[in-house]
């Protein structure tokens, strides 16, 4: 692992360029509307591995594997329940992932060993572009080292990347900010793995919606988790991160008494005023928190923060994201007042 990163555009010679990259074999970083992700043939063991590698992710952290169309689906996966289809319709292309029995044709390396596979149609057009023009299906975890807070920027990519793989595209700031709502189906029902952008409510009207009770809870040393991911401390910045729940005043109040050299205050942006301490805010709506979370973590690293006092974010649709990745950024401390 020693390249010159390149950092490409979305032209149509850089996207020919990283497709041809892709179909090669090579690990390429690309935009999707989620967060940047890490690319390579999801059929290519050798390429596979060298994700896991670029990010130094644990190997038993299944991929998702991304595709053009909801006509690929039977390619790769089989047993695909008719609630699939609807929901497909509904949400894609778009941030859902869907756990399915995987198919032979794609490797053990992309699932991490499971019998099954997760989903994704990328509503984002250079991502559309580039599975289409490498003729591959395209496994892609998040584009950051392992740990680190995903990269919803090319600049993050490259900051974590750089001399990693041999190219980074560069589509802009990623719109949804939080990786995809992961889901799988158990007699009629849908369970819910990881939160995203589409929430369990709209879910919910097309059938039973089962959370995940890791989506808010530590998973106990050893304790079988469904999706694998959940299981790890990440989205994490260097800083120590302590959730504040608990009424705004109480919050301000709390952020003011414990100011101190290397502590800072991540409170929303409609709190900015009132907060006596340094601060860098996320944000007030949950969609305008989800697309600022992992950019404020990462700026809190830049400027050497070693202590972050969050404000607890709303639950509410893409908030259940906001706050199940907060919670993994926090090592699950949360002080309620
Ligand atoms: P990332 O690629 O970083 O967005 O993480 C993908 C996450 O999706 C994993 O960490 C898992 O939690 C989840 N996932 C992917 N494939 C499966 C699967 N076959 N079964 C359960 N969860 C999965
Ligand atoms: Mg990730």
Do not use: W
Not at 1 to 17: G, V
């Amino acid at each position: 692992m020693n390249y010159n990163t390149k950092l490409l555009s979305t032209s149509e010679r850089d996207i020919a360029y990283a497709a041809k990259l892709l179909a090669d074999g090579e690990v390429v970083g690309i935009p999707t509307e989620t967060v940047y992700g890490l690319a390579a043939d999801a059929e290519n063991e050798d390429a596979v591995k060298r994700i896991f590698e670029a990010k130094g992710r644990p190997q038993d952290n299944p991929l998702i594997v991304h595709i053009a169309d909801v006509a690929q689906l039977e390619d790769y996966v089989h047993d695909i329940p008719k609630l699939a289809y609807k929901l497909a319709e509904k949400f894609c292309p778009g941030p859902l992932t869907m756990v399915l029995p995987k198919k032979d044709r794609i490797p053990d390396v992309t699932s991490a060993g499971l019998d099954t596979v997760g989903i994704r149609i990328p509503y984002h057009p250079a991502a559309r572009k580039l599975i289409l023009e490498s003729g591959k299906a395209l496994a892609a975890p998040s584009a950051n080292l392992s740990g680190s807070p995903s990269p919803t920027t090319a600049m993050h990519v490259m900051n974590d990347m750089h001399g990693r793989i041999p190219a980074v595209v560069d589509g802009g700031s990623c719109p949804v900010g939080v990786e995809s709502t992961v889901i799988s189906f158990e007699d009629g029902k849908i369970r819910l793995l990881r939160p995203g952008f589409i929430s369990a409510d709209e879910l919910s009207e097309f059938a039973e919606v089962i959370c995940d009770k890791h989506i808010t809870e530590a998973a106990i040393d050893g304790e079988q988790v469904r999706s694998p991911g959940m299981k790890y401390k990440h989205y994490s910045p260097k800083a120590n991160v302590t959730i504040i729940s608990g009424s705004v005043s109480q919050y301000i109040d709390y952020v003011n008494s414990h100011g101190g050299s290397g502590v800072y205050a991540m409170p929303f942006d409609s709190d900015k005023d009132n907060c006596k301490i340094p601060c860098i805010t996320y944000g007030d709506t949950p969609e305008e928190q989800a697309a600022k979370l992992f950019g404020v973590l990462r700026e809190f690293d830049d400027i050497g923060a070693k202590q972050v006092y969050a404000r607890c974010p709303s639950t509410d649709g893409v908030g259940l994201a906001v706050y199940n990745r907060l919670l993994r950024a926090a090592g699950f401390e949360i002080i309620s007042l």
